[in-house]
């Protein structure tokens, strides 16, 4: 699923199953599954062949995403040169990104759906939609 050397930082998260003769079921907490309280959830859906949705980072904000429905890439990027790229298909699978970390995301199957969870509220303001701006502010606070 992990197609590179990952930023330590992010993580998959095996979610519950209770797989049933009349459909699957998985449930999720904020501050239990999720390591985070969840005060926002958003969802991507209805991407047209080929669209990338993304490329930016967050300066405070945790997310997890999870493929709903069929299937996408989230590639991640840490800034100081370590990326990945995690192939997101299973309902009961959630990526762990944290903040001040760029992410894309592409290669969206028909019908696919992208819950995303999130620490925060919509805050535009906690946005870095600039790459280099980014790169800089990394390297800016190893020191
Ligand atoms: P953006 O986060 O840039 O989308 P992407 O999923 O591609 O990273 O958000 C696109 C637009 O949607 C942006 O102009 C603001 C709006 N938006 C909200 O109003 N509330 C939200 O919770 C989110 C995630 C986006």
């Known amino acids: 699923m992990v197609t590179s050397e990952a930023p330590p930082s992010c993580q998959l998260l095996e979610l519950p199953r209770l797989p049933d003769p009349r459909g699957s079921l998985t449930f999720l907490h904020g501050a239990r599954e ?3 309280a969840i005060r926002r959830a958003y969802w991507i859906y ?4 080929g669209e990338v949705r993304g490329g930016h980072a967050y300066r405070t904000l945790h997310e ?3 493929a709903l429905s069929g299937s996408f890439d989230v590639t991640v990027d840490d800034g100081r040169g370590s990326t990945a ?3 997101l298909n299973r ?3 959630g990526l762990y990104v944290p903040p001040m970390m760029w992410r894309t995301l592409e290669n969206f199957s ?3 759906v992208c819950l ?3 620490s925060e509220h919509y805050d535009e303001g906690d946005y870095m939609r600039d790459y280099d701006e980014f790169c800089h ?3 800016r606070s190893r020191r």
């Open 85 to 87: 790229r995690y192939v």
């Open 46 to 49: 209805e991407v047209p062949g």
């Open 64 to 66: 997890v995403f999870i």
């Open 137 to 139: 502010a990394r390297a």
């Open 116 to 118: 995303i969870l999130a």
């Open 34 to 36: 999720i390591p985070f």
């Open 110 to 112: 028909t019908n696919a």
């Open 91 to 93: 309902s009961y699978t």
